[in-house]
């Protein structure tokens, strides 16, 4: 149990720290994943910046993950969206440009304030307050393994166990605090998982934006 996500990424630096890195950037999925990004840039000296990426939700189940979409247009499927569209290709696009426009506003109003970094030849590690069905921490790798990075790893605090050898096979490294065979949520695993807003977010990509 985490006490939040500052304490999760505390917990996760301890772990980073250990291994060598290559003029490390830490790229948080929005909105969590950039809280815990921010504690890992301090604790690792590293640059911080984000990777956008979204779920595509199941018709009438919107905590269900079809899959995800990732900022370059990549969609990724998981092997049950065939079966619940069956040939409903229609809903799919859809939901596909619903969240692409989503990932187009995070665009404007994040990289306002921090432009993307170039993470070629460097130590990338990627992170988010965990990891449920994982759609979205794969359309994220999609984007980042096509950057040539020195090295890409994978950094949360929970995932559920069942999922970590598919991680690891889209990464060079994973560091996962907890693996539970039991997994309902990723909230369960910490006393405040308050909703991150993109003030916030806006806050701490001001913070740790280069100085000009």
């Given at each position: 149990?985490?006490?939040?996500?500052?304490?999760?990424?505390?917990?996760?630096?301890?772990?980073?720290?250990?291994?060598?890195?290559?003029?490390?950037?830490?790229?948080?999925?929005p909105?969590g994943?950039?809280v815990?990004?921010?504690v890992?840039?301090?604790?690792?000296?590293?640059?911080?910046?984000?990777?956008?990426?979204?779920?595509?939700?199941?018709?009438?189940?919107?905590?269900?993950?079809?899959?995800?979409?990732?900022?370059?247009?990549?969609?990724?499927?998981?092997?049950?969206?065939?079966?619940?569209?069956?040939d409903?290709?229609?809903y799919?696009?859809?939901?596909?440009?619903?969240?692409?426009?989503?990932?187009a506003?995070?665009?404007?109003?994040?990289?306002?304030?921090?432009?993307?970094?170039s993470?070629?030849?460097?130590?990338?590690?990627?992170?988010?307050?965990?990891?449920?069905?994982?759609?979205?921490?794969?359309?994220?790798?999609?984007?980042?393994?096509?950057?040539?990075a020195h090295?890409v790893?994978?950094?949360?605090?929970v995932a559920?166990?069942?999922?970590?050898?598919?991680?690891?096979?889209?990464?060079d490294?994973?560091?996962?605090?907890l693996?539970?065979?039991?997994?309902?949520?990723?909230?369960?695993?910490?006393?405040d998982?308050?909703?991150?807003?993109?003030?916030e977010?806006?806050?701490?990509?001001?913070?740790?934006?280069?100085?000009?």
């Amino acid at each position: 149990m985490f006490r939040n996500r500052e304490d999760a990424a505390l917990q996760l630096a301890q772990q980073l720290k250990r291994r060598p890195l290559r003029e490390p950037v830490v790229l948080g999925i929005p909105r969590g994943g950039v809280v815990l990004g921010a504690v890992l840039a301090d604790q690792l000296g590293a640059d911080l910046d984000i990777v956008l990426a979204r779920k595509l939700r199941a018709p009438d189940q919107p905590e269900l993950a079809l899959g995800a979409v990732s900022e370059d247009g990549e969609v990724y499927l998981k092997d049950h969206a065939r079966v619940i569209l069956g040939d409903d290709t229609d809903y799919l696009e859809a939901e596909r440009r619903y969240q692409m426009a989503e990932i187009a506003r995070r665009q404007k109003l994040f990289r306002q304030v921090r432009p993307r970094v170039s993470v070629e030849g460097r130590s990338v590690i990627v992170t988010d307050d965990g990891i449920a069905t994982g759609s979205t921490m794969f359309a994220a790798l999609h984007v980042v393994r096509g950057e040539k990075a020195h090295e890409v790893i994978v950094a949360v605090p929970v995932a559920p166990h069942n999922r970590l050898t598919e991680i690891r096979s889209w990464c060079d490294t994973l560091v996962c605090l907890l693996a539970p065979e039991h997994f309902w949520g990723i909230g369960q695993f910490y006393e405040d998982f308050t909703q991150v807003e993109d003030e916030e977010v806006l806050n701490l990509l001001r913070a740790h934006a280069p100085v000009a």
